[in-house]
């Protein structure tokens, strides 16, 4: 941790479905200005999906997340394009998903994923062209780090923390 006085609550807020979630089951294993590491259960079971770790790249506007089976094995990282905002009396995150996504599986092969939901919000007015220009300048940064092979960059945040715990 840094040398904050308290720890920060973090919400999830997505368009599609309409939700604000309170994610208090996360653990904050590591935040600053920059970025915010979790580690978390899945909030609804799933038949492979089990747990993971989340890096909030705060300024970037993506979160990667580490999703993992039960035994801990990898089965993709996953990231979304996201925004916040900040909540300095109540000392909160409130990260809004964007809805374009990426995952990257554990041979490589990447995949841009939920367009049709990101054309279906802007379609709905769901999304604001400032919120697109934010989102597609986001997803524009983290395929652009992909795809020059710095993947691994973003990666590290969560791997030092998952040591940490060891």
């Not at 506007?61 to 990231?79: A, M, P």
């Not at 394009?81 to 554990?106: C, G, K, M, Q, W």
């Not at 973003?154 to 030092?160: C, P």
């Amino acid at each position: 941790m840094t040398g904050q006085d308290k720890t920060p609550v973090l919400y999830r807020r997505r368009l599609i479905p309409d939700e604000c979630v309170l994610l208090k089951d996360d653990e904050i294993l590591y935040y600053d200005e920059n970025i915010i590491v979790t580690k978390w259960r899945t909030l609804h079971p799933k038949h492979d999906l089990d747990h993971g770790y989340s890096c909030y790249f705060l300024e970037e506007g993506y979160k990667v997340s580490k999703f993992l089976y039960r035994d801990d094995s990898l089965i993709y990282w996953y990231c979304d394009i996201i925004d916040h905002s900040y909540d300095e009396t109540e000392n909160s995150y409130l990260f809004r998903d964007l809805l374009a996504d990426v995952i990257v599986y554990p041979d490589g092969f990447v995949k841009v994923v939920d367009l049709d939901e990101f054309k279906k919000a802007l379609e709905d007015n769901l999304l604001t062209v400032p919120d697109v220009i934010k989102a597609l300048s986001s997803l524009d940064r983290l395929l652009t780090m992909i795809y020059d092979g710095k993947f691994d960059v973003l990666k590290s945040e969560i791997e030092k923390r998952i040591q940490h715990q060891n």
